[in-house]
């Protein structure tokens, strides 16, 4: 069973430029969330989606966005980047996003210059 | 505010050298205790699920357990393969997948 996986692997912007990361879960997991870890301050909860819905959001600006199409395939989208944006952003699915773990994807490293 | 703190930041040990690794929490609700295991330029990966004080789980090496305040990671004769960082999180919101994580413990067997 293919893993949770997640494109680009790696990404270089500049500063004012936006992007956009593809996560593709688990089949048959319908729950994707995001987070964002940084040396600084860890992993810090993004959003959550479900049934392509957002069912919880954490504390970042509204640069921050995202979407979950109907095949639970979801993408993040970050406009005007900022230096401090870099980071690894990590992808996590699940069944239903009740009781279960959460599987993560290996991260796409966003380097803002 | 919610808030995961794990200790050590770091720890080097020898090889067979047994040790335990810390997580305390302040939550207004526990939803579930999770100890993830992340290796260099990965995502990562499950280790446990706690949801009970009392609680304990075991695998290879490796056993949690968790009291109302507190998690151990307890790794008995680690080898050169359980090098990695350990990471504690929470869950405060049924039925949601936001999780709460602590800074993790960077974690080094020599041989």
């Known amino acids: 069973k293919a893993g949770v996986t997640q494109t680009p692997r790696y990404l270089i912007k500049t500063r004012g430029q936006q992007v956009t990361l593809s996560c593709s879960p688990i089949?048959?997991?319908?729950?994707v969330s995001w987070y964002q870890q940084t040396p600084g301050q860890g992993l810090q909860f993004l959003f959550e989606?479900?049934?392509?819905?957002?069912?919880n959001k954490g504390n970042f600006p509204g640069r921050f966005s995202g979407r979950q199409f109907s095949n639970s395939r979801s993408e993040m989208n970050v406009s005007t980047l900022e230096l401090g944006d870099s980071a690894l952003y990590l992808c996590?699915?699940?069944?239903?996003?009740?009781?279960?773990?959460?599987?993560f994807g290996s991260g796409t490293q966003l380097s803002v210059l | 505010e919610d808030q995961v703190t794990q200790s050590p930041e770091a720890l080097r040990l020898q090889e067979g050298e047994s040790s335990s690794l810390n997580c305390s929490y302040t939550?207004?609700?526990?939803?579930?205790l999770f100890w993830y295991r992340q290796d260099p330029g990965k995502g990562p990966e499950f280790l446990f699920t706690?949801?009970?004080a009392g609680e304990e789980k075991e695998k290879e090496r490796l056993k949690a357990t968790l009291t109302k305040k507190e998690s151990f990671l307890h790794i008995t004769a680690p080898k050169p393969e359980d090098s990695a960082t350990y990471l504690c999180?929470?869950?405060?919101?049924?039925?949601?997948?936001?999780?709460?994580f602590g800074q993790g413990t960077r974690l080094t067997i020599n041989p």
């Open positions: 996590a699915s699940s069944l239903e996003g009740g009781r279960e773990k959460l599987f």
């Open positions: 089949s048959g997991h319908r729950s």
């Open positions: 989606y479900f049934s392509e819905t957002q069912r």
């Open positions: 939550v207004s609700g526990l939803r579930g």
């Open positions: 706690l949801y009970s």
């Open positions: 999180a929470v869950r405060i919101i049924q039925g949601a997948q936001k999780l709460v």
